[in-house]
């Protein structure tokens, strides 16, 4: 009897708990640091986030319980299904087993909602009427629309310009949801209207939106900020992925000897890997040779030519100070097309553990990552996003070396999400406009020059 190559679970093996990866690291995580350089404290992080997501974001407990209503909603599109890619597997003539976890089938079409549920019904909990956010290719900004209204909260998006102008769609699925959106900079704070002053055409950044979003949410007492990346009780929410992929493979009596995801701020690559680096961490024999793989465009290669360093997650320094792989929070990215990857810095926990070589980081050109989204989707029908190309290319890669090497390596990636909402990019792809763009290591130093001053 052939294995099966769509793995399907039921309601009930939805997680129950997400897991914690700070726990189990074997140097505790740095801490933020406020504007004295002092580790910050609830207090004053509570200016942006309600009390049980600070307590989530400091916490080192291994298992946290995902509260009923949140599973409840989980329930629209969780769990996801994990399929091998037979199709190009044959294709590519390797002889590893390649699986992907897909996430596309959540209504805003990505991974973006493991989170934006939780975040939504925490803030719900503690009374607060409004959310600010930001989003880069729209995916987590969907989410954010999505999670508020489910919960009856207003969510006001400030988007990247470049993206805002790319990617209409999602801007009309935001509107959908019941979200304003903004094109950032833009003219609704301080911060947005002082960078058009100086530049009217800026295409914008993650870190200005961010600065903006921030700005908005810690000006008004019924207001939170919420963000799809970066923080620890980000990718704590995403373990849901890594959770279940883990099942899956249990059922088939498999275990992956690689575990990859596309990587910007940090939460898809987390949101596999966390739950199976726990067990190479616990010296689990079958994890014994695991490699945990973080692709990220070679056009903002934050872990592979960052400095690890303390740095402001957004442009205008209102964040707290976080020890991070970062191209410092005034880089400004090429407007490429994998608009979710476009983020000057990374997780704390994905740049701590990076350091710490427990998982590996490569950057991939703009090019190549269409390419195997193109080879991907003729194969095994989905198209996918730009972001999750990243991923694809990856996995391709690492199965092209089995075929040189004979080895029978099971591979295991995230699919964030679908492209249907990124045909545009997809156009310019096949009509020749695409390039690759190496960022220059004199513009990373030059930006990095800017890095605070911290001890």
Same mark, same amino acid.
């Given at each position: 009897?052939?294995?099966?190559?769509? %793995?399907?679970?039921?309601?009930?093996?939805?997680?129950?708990?997400?897991?914690?990866?700070?726990?189990?690291?074997?140097?505790?995580? &740095?801490?933020?640091?406020?504007?004295?350089?002092?580790?910050?404290?609830?207090?004053?992080?509570?200016?942006?986030?309600?009390?049980?997501?600070?307590?989530?974001?400091?916490?080192?407990?291994?298992?946290?319980?995902?509260?009923?209503?949140?599973?409840? %909603?989980? +329930?629209?599109?969780?769990?996801?299904?994990?399929?091998?890619?037979?199709?190009?597997?044959?294709?590519?003539?390797?002889?590893?087993?390649?699986?992907?976890?897909?996430?596309?089938?959540?209504?805003?079409?990505?991974?973006?909602?493991?989170?934006?549920?939780?975040?939504?019904?925490?803030?719900?909990?503690?009374?607060? +009427? @409004?959310?600010?956010?930001?989003?880069?290719?729209?995916?987590?900004?969907?989410?954010?629309?999505?999670?508020?209204?489910?919960?009856?909260?207003?969510?006001?998006?400030?988007?990247?310009?470049?993206?805002?102008?790319? +990617?209409?769609?999602?801007?009309?699925?935001?509107?959908?949801?019941?979200?304003?959106?903004?094109?950032?900079?833009?003219?609704?704070?301080?911060?947005?209207?002082?960078?058009?002053?100086?530049?009217?055409?800026?295409?914008?950044?993650?870190?200005?939106?961010?600065?903006?979003?921030?700005?908005?949410?810690?000006?008004?007492?019924?207001?939170?900020?919420? &963000?799809?990346?970066?923080?620890?009780?980000?990718?704590?929410?995403?373990?849901? %992925?890594?959770?279940?992929?883990? +099942?899956?493979?249990?059922?088939?009596?498999?275990?992956?000897?690689?575990?990859? !995801?596309?990587?910007? !701020?940090?939460?898809?690559?987390?949101?596999?890997?966390?739950?199976?680096?726990?067990?190479?961490?616990?010296?689990?024999?079958?994890?014994?040779?695991?490699?945990?793989?973080?692709?990220?465009?070679?056009?903002?290669?934050?872990?592979?030519?960052?400095?690890?360093?303390?740095?402001?997650?957004?442009?205008?320094?209102?964040?707290?100070?976080?020890?991070?792989?970062?191209?410092?929070?005034?880089?400004?990215?090429?407007?490429?097309?994998?608009?979710? &990857?476009?983020?000057?810095?990374?997780?704390?926990?994905?740049?701590? &553990?990076?350091?710490?070589?427990?998982?590996?980081?490569?950057?991939?050109?703009?090019?190549?990552?269409?390419?195997?989204?193109?080879?991907?989707?003729?194969?095994?029908?989905?198209?996918?996003?730009?972001?999750?190309?990243?991923?694809?290319?990856?996995?391709?890669?690492?199965?092209?070396?089995?075929?040189?090497?004979?080895?029978?390596?099971?591979?295991?990636?995230?699919?964030?999400?679908? /492209?249907?909402?990124?045909?545009?990019?997809?156009? @310019?792809?096949?009509? /020749?406009?695409?390039?690759?763009?190496?960022?220059?290591?004199?513009?990373?130093?030059?930006?990095?020059?800017?890095?605070?001053?911290?001890?």
């Amino acid at each position: 009897m052939s294995e099966p190559t769509r %793995i399907l679970m039921t309601e009930e093996d939805i997680p129950t708990h997400w897991y914690n990866i700070a726990a189990d690291m074997p140097n505790a995580p &740095l801490p933020p640091l406020g504007p004295d350089g002092s580790p910050a404290t609830p207090e004053q992080m509570s200016a942006i986030f309600p009390d049980p997501i600070i307590e989530q974001e400091m916490s080192s407990q291994r298992w946290i319980e995902i509260p009923d209503e949140v599973r409840e %909603i989980y +329930k629209i599109w969780r769990p996801t299904p994990l399929v091998r890619a037979v199709r190009l597997e044959k294709a590519l003539g390797t002889p590893a087993k390649i699986f992907f976890k897909y996430e596309g089938v959540s209504p805003a079409g990505s991974h973006k909602p493991n989170s934006a549920v939780p975040q939504a019904y925490y803030n719900k909990q503690a009374g607060i +009427k @409004r959310l600010t956010t930001e989003t880069g290719a729209g995916q987590w900004g969907s989410s954010i629309a999505f999670a508020g209204g489910m919960f009856g909260i207003d969510v006001r998006v400030f988007m990247v310009n470049v993206s805002y102008q790319q +990617k209409p769609f999602r801007r009309s699925m935001m509107q959908t949801w019941g979200a304003e959106v903004f094109s950032s900079p833009s003219n609704e704070t301080q911060t947005g209207r002082a960078i058009l002053e100086k530049d009217p055409e800026n295409q914008g950044s993650l870190g200005i939106a961010i600065s903006e979003a921030v700005e908005e949410a810690a000006g008004r007492a019924d207001t939170k900020y919420t &963000l799809g990346s970066v923080l620890n009780h980000v990718l704590l929410h995403q373990t849901v %992925i890594g959770q279940e992929s883990k +099942k899956q493979l249990e059922k088939i009596g498999l275990y992956p000897d690689v575990v990859i !995801g596309p990587c910007g !701020g940090g939460s898809s690559f987390g949101g596999i890997a966390f739950p199976f680096l726990c067990d190479q961490i616990a010296g689990e024999k079958r994890a014994e040779k695991l490699r945990c793989v973080a692709v990220e465009p070679a056009s903002c290669p934050t872990l592979t030519k960052g400095a690890y360093a303390y740095d402001y997650g957004d442009a205008s320094g209102f964040t707290p100070l976080m020890k991070m792989y970062t191209l410092g929070h005034d880089f400004m990215p090429p407007g490429i097309h994998a608009g979710g &990857l476009r983020y000057h810095g990374d997780s704390p926990l994905v740049s701590q &553990l990076y350091h710490e070589k427990l998982v590996e980081a490569v950057a991939v050109p703009q090019l190549a990552t269409f390419e195997a989204g193109v080879l991907f989707a003729r194969h095994e029908g989905i198209i996918p996003a730009p972001e999750s190309c990243h991923g694809i290319r990856a996995a391709i890669d690492e199965a092209l070396v089995c075929k040189q090497t004979g080895e029978p390596k099971v591979i295991l990636f995230n699919l964030t999400g679908h /492209g249907h909402f990124d045909m545009a990019s997809y156009d @310019r792809y096949f009509s /020749g406009q695409l390039e690759n763009y190496e960022y220059p290591a004199e513009a990373v130093a030059a930006s990095l020059a800017h890095l605070p001053k911290v001890g």
